[in-house]
């Protein structure tokens, strides 16, 4: 069974929003989505070195990448989770992806408008955590 690991370049500074990263992080606890945060004192093209090197399949996030509803990206996320092996979600450093030859990571986008990578981290999580209850049938997503 695969697992989902959200990777996070450095924690959150901004109080409120490191607390809905821990209250999301804390709800998906027992659903195959670990969250890790590297230091922020790694530099953009260290940390991308860092994601390049992992087993798995690695999405990047960012603005340009492929585009899905949270009913698409819950389908997604459900085919994740029955591979073999593990899939790595990758907010980016506050100064965006430097590019990488070599490097085999897809790119998804949270929305064509910028955000600072903080909150956005926090959408992610929550995109997580409502692909979980969307695959669940709960009441969470409502559209």
């Not at 459900?78 to 092996?85: C, D, G, L």
């Given at each position: 069974?695969?697992?989902?690991?959200?990777?996070?370049?450095?924690?959150?500074?901004?109080?409120?929003?490191?607390r809905?990263?821990?209250?999301?992080?804390?709800?998906?606890?027992?659903?195959g989505?670990?969250i890790?945060?590297h230091?922020?004192?790694?530099?953009p093209?260290?940390?991308?070195?860092?994601?390049?090197d992992?087993?798995?399949?690695?999405?990047?996030?960012?603005?340009?990448?492929?585009?899905?509803?949270?009913?698409?990206?819950a389908?997604?996320f459900?085919?994740?989770?029955?591979?073999?092996?593990s899939?790595h979600?990758?907010?980016?450093?506050?100064?965006?992806?430097?590019?990488?030859?070599?490097?085999?990571c897809?790119?998804?986008s949270?929305?064509?408008?910028?955000m600072?990578?903080?909150?956005?981290?926090?959408?992610?999580?929550?995109?997580?955590?409502?692909a979980?209850e969307?695959l669940?049938?709960?009441?969470?997503h409502?559209?």
């Open positions: 069974m695969g697992r989902v690991i959200v990777h996070l370049h450095g924690s959150t500074k901004q109080k409120d929003l490191n809905l990263v821990e209250m999301y992080a804390a709800r998906l606890n027992n659903r989505v670990r890790e945060t230091s922020n004192k790694l530099s093209a260290a940390y991308l070195d860092l994601l390049c992992l087993a798995g399949d690695v999405y990047l996030l960012d603005e340009g990448g492929q585009m899905e509803d949270s009913v698409a990206f389908q997604r459900k085919a994740w989770t029955v591979q073999t092996h899939t979600l990758a907010i980016g450093p506050a100064e965006g992806w430097t590019t990488k030859p070599n490097c085999a897809k790119r998804l949270l929305s064509p408008m910028t600072p990578h903080e909150l956005a981290s926090v959408v992610l999580v929550e995109q997580v955590y409502r979980t969307i669940r049938g709960s009441e969470y409502k559209a």
